[in-house]
């Protein structure tokens, strides 16, 4: 019975951290979103990056620093810049888009993995992941429909889409570095190109920051930490084909968010479209860890 039991235990508590992985990460957009209308996007990554740096440079020191060397260093490059773009078209999203409806469309991410690992490292995508792609596209489609009467497809939706693109370059240039790179050293290296990227285009575009601003400004820079920290605990509790379609609760969380604050409620066709877009993705990752079962 001990031992029927202690998977269990590692099972819920991977749970448990991705669920806390999807609050911190919604109310993390929330704060982006309620903001976007006084700081430019560019200087909201910049300064994210920026408190990223200053809370794990501490926590490195303790584990006894990080080697700046590494073989992999291209990988790195492209992991990192691939998350960054991914943040900077998230919050460029938000500008125009829902709450919801972005967060939707940068969890489109799992489906997007096949395609990148057949692009990227010329894997050929098994014919039972073309269904669920098909799905999950149809879904995106319904979502990013021209609005009536506004004349075409908002940017928005399309900058929400690019931005589950580049998670999902990041999420394999991760799994790619994962076998022979510690995460801390994963992150450091994020953190540290992403802010590299940020500084040019913040200090080009600063503008004063709105005193009321800084402390949502603070609250992203340690949630996105505290997130990509949950995140990892969460997949060394638990397997990821249990841990990664909790992610999709962070479209509920952002519903609610973005019904309390702004009174936002998605329209019949893009309800339908959500429902796709998540199952279409849970059935990928499914299928992804059957075959490596």
Known sequence: MPTNSQPDSRALKGVLFALATSIVGSTAGAAGKLITNQVNIYSIVMIQFAICMLVI???????????????????????????????????????????????????????FVPIVVWLWLSIIVPRNRWIPLVIGFIGVCLILKPKPGEGGLDIGYLLGLCSGIGLAISMVGTRLLSGTESSSQIMFYYFFTSLVCSTPLGLYHWQTVPLGAWPYLLYIGISIYLALWLYTLAYSYAKPSLVSPISYFSVVFSGMLGWIIWGFIPDFLSIIGIGFVIVAGIVTVYLSSQDTQ
């Open 57 to 111: 440079l501490p926590v490195l020191k303790r584990q006894g620093g990080v080697s700046l060397k590494s073989p992999k260093w291209k990988l790195h490059l492209v992991r990192s810049l691939a998350g960054w773009l991914g943040f900077i078209t998230f919050y460029a999203a938000l500008n125009s888009v829902s709450l919801v409806e972005v967060n939707l469309l940068r969890n489109t991410a799992p489906l």
